[in-house]
């Protein structure tokens, strides 16, 4: 069986609707693309300095990415992201002790 071609492509692809959510996954998609937004805005200001205000808002988005995706995947049980936050937790650990070296020296400096 042949599949009908069309002179553009791109006028198949756009007929196709995806699938229909529910009030609450569109709600956790929008709130989900917020997240990683302000996430990939975090991360930028990381990579341009390692101060331990960067380093802590960083720390915060990761963990509101890695709460929010867990609640995707209770209303989108076929949702996939383990992958995901697989990354996002190993990336979050690898700060740890940056983070923590940082609170020390600013323990430090404040107390001494």
Known sequence: MMLEQT??????????????????????????????????????RC???????????????????????LMCKAVMPGLKTTGLRRELKSHLDSLDELRDTQVMLLFMRRNF
């Open 7 to 44: 002179a553009d492509p791109m006028i198949s692809l756009q007929s196709v609707q995806p699938p229909r959510l529910s009030p609450a996954a569109a709600l956790l998609r929008d709130g989900l693309m917020r997240r990683w937004d302000k996430f990939a805005i975090r991360l930028d």
């Open 47 to 69: 990579h341009k300095e390692l101060s331990e205000q960067n380093v802590h808002d960083l720390r915060v988005s990761m963990r509101r990415m890695l709460a929010i995706l």
